[in-house]
């Protein structure tokens, strides 16, 4: 399996971003690459796959409230994009991989 560099997306936070974006945003935080079949890979030696895609892992970002999108009376819903670093920080890889499982598709 080839593994490819994720870059953090070119978005600002203030922004509601999109589930892929949030996937990118941890994905490179922890240093974790692209397989080759779209998976979220973590290391190059004894490779752990943590989520099946990156929107996969943004959407269970926001199940497990790793991120949090606060809503205004009468909009949509939309709102800026904050992530909770310590929660997420706190889980190992492992951990990760069985929540991202686990959350809601």
Same mark, same amino acid.
Do not use: C
């Given at each position: 399996? =080839?593994?490819?560099?994720?870059?953090p997306? %070119?978005?600002s936070f203030?922004r509601?971003?999109?589930?892929?974006?949030?996937?990118?945003?941890?994905?490179?935080?922890? %240093?974790?690459r @692209?397989?080759?079949? %779209?998976?979220? #890979?973590?290391?190059t030696?004894? =490779?752990t796959?943590? !989520?099946?895609? @990156?929107?996969?892992?943004? &959407?269970?970002?926001t199940?497990?409230?790793?991120?949090?999108?606060?809503?205004?009376?009468?909009?949509?819903?939309?709102?800026?994009?904050?992530?909770?670093w310590?929660?997420?920080?706190?889980?190992?890889? &492992?951990? #990760? !991989?069985?929540? #991202? !499982? &686990?959350?809601?598709?």
């Open positions: 399996m =080839k593994l490819t560099r994720i870059d997306p %070119g978005r203030s509601w971003l999109t589930d892929e974006e949030v996937g990118q945003v941890l994905a490179a935080s922890r %240093g974790w @692209l397989g080759s079949d %779209g998976s979220v #890979v973590a290391g030696l004894r =490779k796959v943590i !989520a099946p895609s @990156l929107v996969a892992l943004g &959407a269970a970002a199940a497990n409230r790793w991120i949090s999108r606060p809503a205004r009376a009468g909009s949509d819903g939309s709102g800026p994009t904050h992530m909770m310590g929660v997420f920080e706190a889980r190992t890889d &492992a951990e #990760v !991989a069985e929540l #991202v !499982a &686990a959350a809601p598709r």
